[in-house]
């Protein structure tokens, strides 16, 4: 695939979201932290369920550490692997509030040194809360990015290494939130939608469904 090409699907994908952002509710760097935390093997409409009760009652390391492991797990007993995410939001908080005065930091190996935060959460929580233009690559974004042929890899950090590469600069603070929604909604895992996708003819998938 060559950089017209690549350039001409960012252009569609924001002409067609101008302004995308994340699915999960969140209004400061720590409730993102802790809503990306929550979000892994589970869906953000469930998340944001949890975080709604939650965040109201608990939204700073402190206030979560004051509920505890036991009162944090009451919120959130409906998402999946809901005790050992508890356990590390908790381990996490203590971090913060011992090292970092009780804020998220804005530096990658400072997140990816809290429980529970790997390289993907970093991308999310340094692009989304504080506008680096990272992409974090997800089961979507990994799916999207080899059917297309955008930036093909075997592995997430391939992908990642090749977005960040191929991406043209004017596209990248938003190219992680394009095709996340676009592998959610329309370039689907099973039956991708390609009848209503607007960039089939730019996509070098071989086996388009119609």
């Known amino acids: 695939m060559n950089q017209q090409k690549r350039h001409e699907i960012f252009s569609r994908l924001r002409a067609h979201n101008p302004e995308p952002t994340t ?14 935390t ?4 589970a869906t953000d409409k469930g998340v944001n369920k949890a975080t709604a009760k939650l965040f109201p009652v608990a939204n700073t390391p402190q206030a979560i550490l004051d509920l505890g492991e036991e009162g944090l797990k ?32 804005e530096d990658r190996e400072a997140l990816e040194a809290l429980p529970g935060v790997g390289r993907k959460t970093a991308n999310v929580i340094l692009n989304t809360a504080f506008g680096h233009p990272t992409i974090a690559v997800d089961t979507h974004i990994f799916r999207v990015a080899n059917r297309t042929r955008i930036a093909p890899g075997k592995t997430v950090l391939e992908v990642e290494r090749k977005l960040m590469k191929f991406t043209p600069d004017e596209f990248k603070q938003d190219a992680h939130h394009w095709l996340i929604l676009h592998g959610r909604y329309t370039c689907v895992a099973r039956k991708p939608r390609c009848g209503s996708c607007v960039i089939e003819d730019l996509c070098e998938y071989k086996k388009k469904e119609h």
Not at 23 to 29: A, F, N
Not at 38 to 41: E, Y
Not at 79 to 93: D, E, V, Y
């Open 38 to 41: 929550l979000s892994a093997q």
């Open 74 to 105: 009451a919120y959130i007993k409906t998402i999946g692997l809901f005790n050992s995410k508890a356990r590390h939001i908790i381990q996490a908080c203590r971090i913060l509030v011992e090292q970092h005065g009780g804020a998220v930091p």
């Open 23 to 36: 699915e999960l509710t969140y209004s400061t760097p720590f409730e993102l932290l802790v809503a990306v």
